[in-house]
């Protein structure tokens, strides 16, 4: 359980990847952008679709190859599918089962180390309509934070990290209640002690991070559960608050405001309720699906829409060091997360891994592609 980056600064429904050497990387399908498409990637002159997924063949579109990474994601899509009881349930136009998404795990699977051309016998595509109804689906990034803590409260590590307060009578305190009024204070709930609220703060919006100790030592600290406040967007009522242009802002950019106006970060900390707790962890950080995340090709969805265990096949926008859709790359994609800032299908998120160079390709990312679902041609 985790929250878009972009979406927790912005919470918009409509308005990247670096080349690399590696073997899967190359076999991309590459399109340009024809000049209609706007800097974040709209197309307009893009028509209206009929339904949630519309079928399309999948002989328009060549399949990255199916390396290391991929076998492993497809994996961990099977161990996520066999941890509940197979069913099949209505998402949008379609009725998918646990049995459908299974057949296309193991079609991918049957083609380890080679571009599966074959499966256009196999294989069908669903293209998802996105927030306008037009195919525009917004692609941004998450990633996993490294805080700096101390198992001590001291003058310099003061802000505490919170367990879930299972023993709590009543509705869960808020933010404001907790973080203002220490309500949670003296119950041994203390985790560790951060230097910067805003460090946890973006942690809790993550949904996991990193500690690191004075001595070196990391350790991961995973969702465990919230206080089921609703969330609201702190970028969002900056960008109201001083009448700045929603384009202009980035995480970095938040950041920012947050250190030159010190006298008001517990007040704009406050302005979202939602309050996210955590528990230790010595396994790889993981997602709703209970399997570990795979860097660039794990993603948060929507549920509702599209389920976990799914196998998505997604244009992603690349993006230029000015914020522009330069052209688009074809990746496969699997569901594996959620996101509480992920609503509809208009929008999708991309582990982007751990630390400060997985933290920027996720503050970098926050334009339109498409996105299908793949399914049996005799989806069950």
Same mark, same amino acid.
């Given at each position: 359980?985790?929250?878009?980056?972009?979406?927790?600064?912005?919470?918009?429904?409509?308005?990247?990847?670096?080349?690399?050497?590696?073997?899967?990387?190359?076999?991309?399908?590459?399109?340009?952008?024809?000049?209609?498409?706007?800097?974040?990637?709209?197309?307009?002159?893009?028509?209206?679709?009929?339904?949630?997924?519309?079928?399309?063949?999948?002989?328009?579109?060549?399949?990255?190859?199916?390396?290391?990474?991929?076998?492993?994601?497809?994996?961990?899509?099977?161990?996520?599918?066999?941890?509940?009881?197979?069913?099949?349930?209505?998402?949008?136009?379609?009725?998918?089962?646990?049995?459908?998404?299974?057949?296309?795990?193991?079609?991918?699977?049957?083609?380890?180390?080679?571009?599966?051309?074959?499966?256009?016998?196999?294989?069908?595509?669903?293209?998802?309509?996105?927030?306008?109804?037009?195919?525009?689906?917004?692609?941004?990034?998450?990633?996993?934070?490294?805080?700096?803590?101390?198992?001590?409260?001291?003058?310099?590590?003061?802000?505490?990290?919170?367990?879930?307060?299972?023993?709590?009578?009543?509705?869960?305190?808020?933010?404001?209640?907790?973080?203002?009024?220490?309500?949670?204070?003296?119950?041994?709930?203390?985790?560790?002690?951060?230097?910067?609220?805003?460090?946890?703060?973006?942690?809790?919006?993550?949904?996991?991070?990193?500690?690191?100790?004075?001595?070196?030592?990391?350790?991961?600290?995973?969702?465990?559960g919230s206080n089921?406040?609703?969330?609201?967007?702190?970028?969002k009522y900056i960008?109201?608050?001083?009448?700045?242009?929603?384009?202009?802002?980035?995480?970095?950019?938040?950041?920012?405001?947050?250190?030159?106006?010190?006298?008001?970060?517990?007040?704009?900390?406050?302005?979202?309720?939602?309050?996210?707790?955590?528990?230790?962890?010595?396994?790889?950080?993981?997602?709703?699906?209970?399997?570990?995340?795979?860097?660039?090709?794990?993603?948060?969805?929507?549920?509702?829409?599209?389920?976990?265990?799914?196998?998505?096949?997604?244009? !992603?926008? =690349?993006?230029? %060091? #000015?914020?522009?859709?330069?052209? $688009?790359?074809?990746?496969? *994609? /699997?569901?594996?997360?959620?996101?509480?800032?992920?609503?509809?299908?208009?929008?999708?998120?991309?582990?982007?891994? !751990?630390? =400060?160079?997985? %933290? #920027?390709?996720?503050?970098?990312? $926050?334009?339109?592609?498409? *996105? /299908?679902?793949?399914?049996?041609?005799?989806?069950?």
């Open positions: 359980m985790r929250y878009s980056l972009v979406l927790f600064f912005l919470n918009i429904s409509l308005l990247s990847c670096n080349s690399s050497a590696d073997k899967g990387e190359r076999f991309m399908q590459i399109s340009n952008v024809k000049s209609t498409v706007s800097k974040l990637g709209i197309q307009g002159e893009a028509e209206e679709l009929d339904s949630v997924f519309t079928r399309i063949e999948l002989n328009g579109f060549n399949l990255p190859i199916i390396d290391e990474q991929h076998i492993k994601a497809l994996e961990n899509q099977k161990i996520l599918l066999s941890k509940r009881e197979l069913k099949k349930e209505h998402f949008g136009n379609l009725n998918i089962s646990d049995t459908s998404l299974l057949s296309v795990i193991n079609s991918l699977l049957a083609y380890q180390y080679t571009e599966p051309y074959e499966l256009i016998d196999n294989l069908e595509l669903y293209k998802i309509w996105g927030g306008d109804k037009k195919g525009h689906v917004q692609f941004t990034g998450y990633f996993t934070p490294i805080i700096y803590v101390n198992d001590t409260l001291d003058e310099t590590y003061f802000y505490p990290i919170y367990s879930f307060p299972s023993k709590w009578e009543g509705p869960l305190p808020s933010r404001e209640d907790i973080d203002g009024k220490f309500v949670l204070d003296g119950k041994g709930l203390e985790l560790a002690y951060a230097k910067d609220p805003v460090d946890i703060y973006f942690m809790q919006v993550q949904g996991s991070g990193y500690v690191k100790y004075p001595d070196g030592k990391l350790q991961l600290m995973e969702y465990n089921r406040h609703p969330y609201r967007s702190i970028g960008v109201k608050k001083e009448h700045l242009d929603l384009t202009d802002i980035s995480m970095d950019g938040i950041k920012k405001y947050l250190k030159t106006h010190q006298d008001q970060v517990d007040s704009l900390l406050f302005q979202n309720p939602s309050y996210t707790f955590f528990k230790f962890s010595n396994k790889k950080p993981k997602g709703a699906g209970q399997v570990s995340l795979s860097k660039m090709i794990s993603v948060a969805v929507d549920e509702r829409y599209i389920p976990l265990g799914s196998c998505l096949l997604a244009k !992603i926008p =690349k993006v230029s %060091k #000015k914020g522009k859709v330069l052209d $688009y790359e074809i990746k496969l *994609l /699997y569901a594996q997360d959620v996101g509480g800032a992920i609503k509809g299908t208009g929008h999708i998120d991309i582990y982007m891994g !751990i630390g =400060k160079n997985a %933290k #920027k390709k996720a503050s970098d990312l $926050y334009h339109y592609g498409e *996105l /299908y679902l793949l399914l049996p041609k005799k989806n069950e």
